[in-house]
């Protein structure tokens, strides 16, 4: 999801742009890493493969940990070899979401399930092997054209179900795929220029509200009633991995590297939108 979006702006861009998906190479293989560094010779690497199966990684975690942790220190170790730049996508559960006010970047760190352990496990491996020319972007509550997500569900329940019940009690910030390619292009710009010091940025959308508040713009956007969205707690969708109930992160170091945050939630939505529920619609 996020990669087609992100090819798609470096090649509006015209960037040259190579993407690799996970039949055409294994980030946890060294060898097939490094050939593929030395094949391509990129100025940046921007990594969007992970285990994203949240829950399926509580009973799977040495699988999750191998494309979450290991992958990535694979990469960052080409990329040292080679001197490139290496952007490592990360997530907000490496939080503890219990906070009050928006996570910073340099926040402690305190995951609460395999994926957010997996994950951290990443970011320090990048952070850890390439300290002048590693960056971590974490993200949350994405959504694009390019895939399955929170989004396009809706789309397609609000033409098959009466009401819908929706957690109220977990608060982040909704990120459209397409927001977050921009914010890695120039990232990725700002490395290679010297404008941008390494370590970790954050990658979502500004404002918030909850999965109940997110579905209600859905559906007016729609076109349908929003009182058709009804609340409701986690209590109600007890999964196996805990959700973070307050996903909020902040934004300073963007503006430290002269690049703005991410605009509101709700603006990006309604331009993401038309072209969302017309893939739904089609499908």
């Not at 100025?43 to 493969?49: R, T």
């Not at 609460?112 to 320090?124: C, D, I, N, P």
């Not at 409701?232 to 945050?261: C, D, M, Q």
Request: hydrophobic share 40%; charged share 25%; aromatic share 8%.
């Amino acid at each position: 999801m996020l990669g087609q979006d992100l090819l798609a702006r470096l090649a509006e861009a015209g960037e040259r742009v190579e993407g690799l998906d996970r039949t055409a190479l294994d980030i946890t293989d060294p060898g097939a890493v490094r050939a593929a560094l030395e094949a391509h010779a990129p100025a940046v690497v921007v990594n969007c493969a992970a285990w994203t199966a949240v829950d399926d990684a509580e009973a799977k975690e040495a699988d999750a940990l191998a494309v979450n942790g290991t992958g990535p220190r694979v990469l960052a170790e080409a990329c040292r070899a080679s001197g490139a730049v290496l952007l490592q996508v990360s997530t907000d559960y490496v939080f503890a979401g219990d906070g009050r006010a928006p996570y910073g970047e340099d926040a402690p760190t305190a995951p609460r399930s395999a994926y957010g352990r997996t994950k951290l496990a990443g970011e320090r491996a990048v952070l850890d092997t390439l300290p002048d020319t590693g960056y971590v972007v974490r993200t949350a509550w994405l959504y694009g054209a390019g895939g399955g997500n929170f989004v396009r569900t809706m789309i397609k329940l609000e033409g098959i179900k009466d009401t819908l019940d929706v957690v109220d009690d977990q608060r982040g910030q909704p990120t459209w795929t397409g927001d977050l390619a921009d914010r890695l292009v120039q990232l990725g710009r700002a490395a290679l220029a010297g404008t941008a010091e390494p370590g970790v940025y954050h990658g979502t959308s500004g404002g918030e509200t909850t999965w109940f508040g997110f579905t209600r713009e859905i559906f007016r956007l729609l076109g349908a009633d929003p009182e058709r969205v009804r609340p409701t707690t986690s209590e109600a969708f007890v999964r196996p991995a805990p959700r973070p109930a307050y996903s909020v992160l902040g934004h300073e170091r963007w503006k430290n590297a002269g690049i703005e945050p991410i605009r509101d939630w709700r603006s990006a939505l309604a331009e993401a939108f038309p072209g969302m529920a017309k893939i739904e619609r089609h499908e």
